[in-house]
Structure formats: C-alpha cells, structure tokens
C-alpha cells in the first residue's frame, strides 16, 4: 500500500522488499548490508517529545552504526521530494552543509557539492562559533573564542580545495551552533543538510544530534574521517 502511494518516477523502479522482524535498527542494517547498499533512506517522523524518542529509539541508532550516509528525511518534506508527471521535482532549492572546521570538513563539503551538482542547486558551507563564556570580571577575551574572520578564511581555504563547493557560498556565525545552523537553513530555504557523523570512534556526536533534530529539513549524514 505504502509503494501504492508513491509517485511513478520516469524511469520504472522495482524496489525488493525486505520484511523481517526484529530490533528495528539492527534489522535496517543487516537489511543495507544484504543489499550493498550506498545509502540508507530513514523517515523520522515528527521532532516532537515523541518524535525525538523514535529518533532515538531507531534513526540515532542506526547513524551510528551505518557503514555508509544515512539520509533522514522527516515528515515535511515531502513536497520537496516529490514527483509530478514522471518528473522529479527540483524543489531542494539550497544545499547546506555544516562545516566544523575539523578532520571532516572535506568529506562533508565534498558530499554536499555533489548533491547540489545533482540538484542543480545553489550550495552553502555554514559554521556557527560556539559562544565560550567567561567570567564577569575576567578582563580579556574568553580562552578559546573563534574569531568569526579566521572561521570565515577557514570556509574560503576549503572551498578551494574541494572542486564540487569551489563556487559555494559561505556562511559564518556566532552563537548556538544547532540553532544556528538550523536558523542558516531556514534563511536559505535549504531543502537538503548535510553533517558529518563524527571521526572515529565519536560517531554521532552530540551536536550533529542537536543537528539533526533541530532542522526540519532531509538530513544527510556522512561518515567522518
């Protein structure tokens, strides 16, 4: 019934189907792992108080275990997805990838040009400075404040060195980096985020958590370094 539901793409798809029982997440994986899959698809439903416990109960579980990026695509988007007269709809409109100026940086801007050459849409590189508070009566800057100006060459140096984000926009700002991030993807009416899982053995750390639940838009979370 639910494929029933789905726009007819232009070319036919013969999707397999795969119905097991089990934990969900440990299912979806062996189920990506059968396939060979390069990309695992996850609907996660409202963020609500009970959106966030199914996004953590399956979604969260199955991002940090995923061998490949895992796509998590909330309940509203699907007017950007979606497929009229045997045409996909190129309503992405934006691309945002969240940069963290650390060992990940290249394989998110990487992945995010990508998508964005596919869509054909314009793409953001966003990095939001952490606010680090200090004492009232400290008298110097707080120890380990980025400079918004050094973050922003940072952006420049990356786009340069990654062909698909060479013409992407840069977007620096200070404050909570979730909200923050969340508030560039609604200024640029992004319909795709692009964040990195982690490197090594942090996997999903908590601000790509905080990521993902704060922006409710398609999430594509990529492997870190």
Known sequence: ETLER????????????????????????????????????????????????????????????????????PDVAPDRLAVDQGRALQSIGHVVASIGLDLTDTIVASAAGEWAATFGTPLTLAHVCPDISAPAWWPFAAPGVESVEDARTRLQSLARSVPTAADALLDVRRGSVAEGVAA????????????????GAHRLGATAYRLMTAADVPTLVVAGA
Do not use: H, N, Q
């Open 6 to 73: 789905v726009p007819a793409p232009e070319s036919p798809l013969l999707p397999a189907l795969d119905i097991v029982t089990g934990e969900p997440a440990e299912e979806i994986l062996k189920a990506a792992e059968r396939a060979g899959a390069g990309l695992i698809v996850m609907g996660t439903r409202g963020l609500g108080a009970a959106g966030r416990l199914m996004f953590g109960s399956t979604a969260e579980r199955v991002v940090r275990a995923a061998r490949v990026p895992v796509l998590a695509v």
């Open 184 to 199: 560039i993807v609604r200024d640029r009416d992004a319909g795709l985020l692009v964040v990195s899982r982690g490197s």
